[in-house]
């Protein structure tokens, strides 16, 4: 009878690690928050994504509104397209603008929507049109060099 017992606090441990293993793969593959509720696609173009990946979440007010489905490139306009997959209860205007942003300041990106004020929503297969692109730290990094370098060159 004990060594029944013990069998079954083994196998009730080793479920609970096996769904524990789980829980940390799917956190760390981005795909804890996998839904099958209605979505509906719609596209943005940017100049540059920097490191945003497929998954990455799509955010309004800090709210998760949808998620990134796909990154392809335009070779006719050399501009990345986003495919975003917004979950059908969130509803934006038709002149929302897109941007990239980091969580913190070497955090994950992620695209955050502002919305507009048209009264038309955006459907399936509409398009963004106002976009920002990821902010590229080597470049700010540039800028603020170029910059100190030519305040000194005016100085003399």
Known sequence: MQRKSLDIWVGLFVAIGVAALMFLALKAGNMSSMSFAQTYDITAKFDNIGSLRRQAAVKASGVVVGRVADITFDDKTYKALVTLRMEAGYKFPKDSSAKILTSGLLGEQ???????????????????????????LEDLINQFIYSKAAEGKDSK
């Not at 507009?116 to 459907?123: H, T």
Request: hydrophobic letters at 45%; a negative charge; zero cysteines.
């Open 110 to 136: 992620y695209i955050g929507i502002e919305a507009g004020g048209d009264l038309a929503n955006l459907a399936g297969g509409d398009k963004i049109a106002r976009t920002q692109s990821a902010a590229v």
